[in-house]
């Protein structure tokens, strides 16, 4: 709008009362250029700061995330449950157990930290969890390791979450609670349509073909995924087609089912996921992953997702 402005002005010069004589031309197109140069200078000065501005916010928010971390390795035992005395801090350190109580999250304040490390552990739990976390819009901050339903659940509980950098985070198919009863393999053509993939689910569950093992998820799970995934095709637990590929390869060498768990590059996140996953540095090769698992003392194979 201004540029038109001082166009307008050179061109009325010339059929003013008061200004006789006509602005030169190159005196307008000089004016025509400076604006356009202050105008792109300011948009990227405005680019710059507000960038800057958004690192100097990262940079906070990762130290209040290293803090709530240090406070929950103090205090988080003998857990696996413990609120800081200002509210602001749930720190949760373990596995999620059936019986767990998850009322302690009750206290926790508006835009607190859910802080984590779990190897996993029973999905109703996790998920009820989960959802007092949300309701209070906390980040989830992840530290060490987050496996299996830790990965399935805590991770996207909430709007936001923070990996820490060394933290592996892995999915694995679901086990059985009833060693009685154990659950069965079945090769499945996943509700998205994508190649065959690997569900884990209970044995009776085959005499209902394809998507079988899908039919195991039960109303809260549904309604869980439900809330926080983009694409309502979404099937538990997620994997890539690099990762699908491994793992069908495996199965069928033997028909055994390989107990293996798996990382997921965080560049498919946002096409899955409601929740805003930030990692601060994701693991660069399977020796990586390899060396993480092995300080955690992991007797199963993960794989790693490139």
Request: a neutral charge; aromatic letters at 12%.
């Amino acid at each position: 709008m201004m540029r038109w402005q001082i166009g307008s002005s050179c061109q009325a010069a010339g059929s003013s009362a008061i200004a006789r004589r006509r602005a030169p031309p190159e005196v307008c197109n000089a004016l025509k250029f400076l604006l356009s140069v202050f105008f792109v200078a300011s948009i990227i000065l405005l680019f710059l700061c507000s960038g800057e501005g958004r690192a100097q916010q990262v940079a906070l928010d990762k130290e209040r995330y290293e803090r709530a971390v240090e406070y929950c390795r103090r205090y988080a035992w003998p857990g696996p449950m413990n609120l800081s005395p200002d509210g602001n801090i749930l720190c949760f350190s373990g596995e999620i157990s059936k019986n767990a109580d998850i009322s302690l999250a009750k206290d926790l304040k508006e835009d607190g930290l859910f802080v984590v490390r779990s190897p996993g552990g029973n999905p109703d739990p996790a998920i009820r969890l989960s959802n007092l976390v949300r309701d209070r819009s906390a980040t989830v901050v992840v530290y060490d390791f987050c496996l299996s339903a830790c990965a399935d659940y805590f991770l996207i509980a909430s709007q936001q979450t923070y990996v820490l950098k060394g933290a592996l985070v892995a999915w694995h198919n679901p086990r059985s609670a009833d060693p009685g009863r154990p659950f069965c393999s079945f090769l499945e053509t996943p509700r998205d349509g994508e190649p065959k993939k690997l569900f884990r689910g209970p044995c009776t569950q085959a005499v209902f073909g394809d998507h079988a093992a899908t039919s195991t998820h039960w109303p809260a799970e549904i309604e869980f995924y439900k809330e926080r995934t983009i694409d309502p095709l979404f099937d538990a637990p997620p994997d890539s087609l690099y990762v699908r590929k491994i793992i069908t390869s495996l199965y069928r060498e033997t028909g055994v089912y390989r107990d293996v768990a798996w990382t997921i590059h965080p560049r498919y996140f946002p096409g899955w996921f409601k929740t805003k996953i930030l990692f601060e540095a994701y693991p660069v090769s399977q020796g990586e992953v390899d060396s993480m698992s092995a300080a955690l003392g992991l007797k199963m194979r993960v794989i790693y997702d490139p």
